[in-house]
């Protein structure tokens, strides 16, 4: 079965540095997303991209944050400077004809800034 | 605006017995709606979804859910609960293709 897949599971950066996560979505799928969740939290909507441009992004997706789809495959979440609160669980997925497929969801990167 | 409300934090529920997570939403416009299973330290993975048509939707690992519009609910259903259904619960709307607004999802504790 086809599926999402993130790198890395885990990642550990101190304050200030920039992070990339990196996410393969399922290969004819157009549309992507990230969330995030915090510890013990809902999952919270960062941005969607289709056509290889952002379609919508929340409040929380400022300037630090910004996505690239460097190729035909890979789909990237990058934050330039991180903060403490930017720890969380960061889900990637992606999704063939919304609503009538379901989005697919990575198993997610685990960022620690310390 | 959109929203989605899971409104426990926590079900318990015994081996056997039948189990409903609770989901009420609010949308303008069609709702499409969706639920998504989390095991610890696992991503999510899709159980059902309703679009269209029928109000009573069968999805994976046999879970139900029952869409009714003049009480903006989409309830989980299980006739007979599995201690591996103990996971976190996920109601979700997706609102204008562009994105998914999630509950703050549901703790199911099956015990034997």
């Known amino acids: 079965e086809p599926e999402v897949t993130q790198t890395p599971s885990h990642q550990v950066t101190q304050m200030g540095q920039e992070v990339i996560l990196r996410c393969v979505p399922i290969s004819n799928h157009l549309y992507f997303y990230w969330y995030r969740q915090i510890l013990g939290q809902k999952v919270e909507f960062l941005v969607s991209f289709y056509n290889n441009e952002i379609s919508e992004k929340s409040e929380i997706f400022d300037d630090q944050f910004s996505v690239e789809r460097p190729d035909g495959s890979n789909f990237t979440l990058k934050i330039r400077s991180t903060k403490l609160e930017d720890s969380a669980m960061y889900f990637c997925a992606s999704s063939d004809s919304p609503p009538n497929t379901e989005a697919f969801f990575g198993q997610g990167t685990r960022l620690t800034v310390v | 605006a959109q929203s989605v409300a899971q409104p426990e934090d926590q079900v318990n529920v015994a081996e056997g017995n039948p189990l409903t997570v609770k989901c009420t939403y609010s949308?303008?416009?069609?709702?499409?709606l969706f639920w998504y299973v989390q095991y610890p330290n696992r991503g999510l993975q899709f159980l059902l979804k309703?679009?269209?048509?029928?109000?009573l939707v069968k999805g994976s690992y046999g879970f139900e859910a029952e869409f009714n519009k003049s009480q903006t609910s989409f309830h989980l259903k299980k006739p007979s609960a599995l201690v591996s259904d103990s996971a976190l619960y996920f109601c979700a709307l997706l609102y204008n293709f562009n994105k998914f607004y999630f509950g703050s999802g549901t703790k199911l504790n099956v015990k034997p």
């Open positions: 309703y679009i269209t048509g029928d109000n």
């Open positions: 949308v303008s416009g069609n709702p499409y």
